[in-house]
């Protein structure tokens, strides 16, 4: 089975940091390209950021440029998002994402075939 789970979310202040990890399971990571997502109640999904396979890029949102890290640990199998500077609009469910043999990646909910359940982060004082 192919299994993604996110891990790493809390309570933290403004200003604060954290570091969000997707374990995959079932698939060898190092031919995925992952994404993370995030979704606000009420709100749509939107993307944060990415990483392909092979080629190794990274994609950033606007709102996250400086202040988000995303990387991998193949010997994991495991995609981390730290994430620094928080900011109270960051509060979220975030979720990792999964796209088969890409040497690309895109921010884009629709482009992706496998998802985790989320973990919750709280940016507040």
């Known amino acids: 089975q192919v299994q993604l789970v996110e891990s790493g979310g809390g309570f933290v202040q403004p200003g604060g940091s954290l570091r969000l990890s997707c374990a995959a399971s079932g698939f060898t990571l190092d031919y995925y390209a992952i994404g993370w997502f995030r979704q606000a109640p009420g709100k749509e999904r939107e993307g944060v950021s990415c990483?392909?396979?092979?080629?190794?890029?990274?994609y950033y949102a606007d709102s996250v440029k400086g202040r988000f890290t995303i990387s991998r640990d193949n010997a994991k199998n495991t995609v981390y998002l730290q994430m620094n500077s928080l900011k109270p609009e960051d509060t979220a469910v975030y979720y990792c994402?999964?796209?088969?043999?890409?040497?690309?990646?895109?921010?884009?909910?629709?482009?992706?075939?496998?998802w985790g359940q989320g973990t919750q982060v709280t940016v507040s004082s």
């Open positions: 994402a999964a796209e088969a043999y890409k040497d690309y990646c895109l921010l884009s909910v629709s482009s992706y075939d496998y």
């Open positions: 990483i392909s396979s092979s080629a190794g890029s990274t």
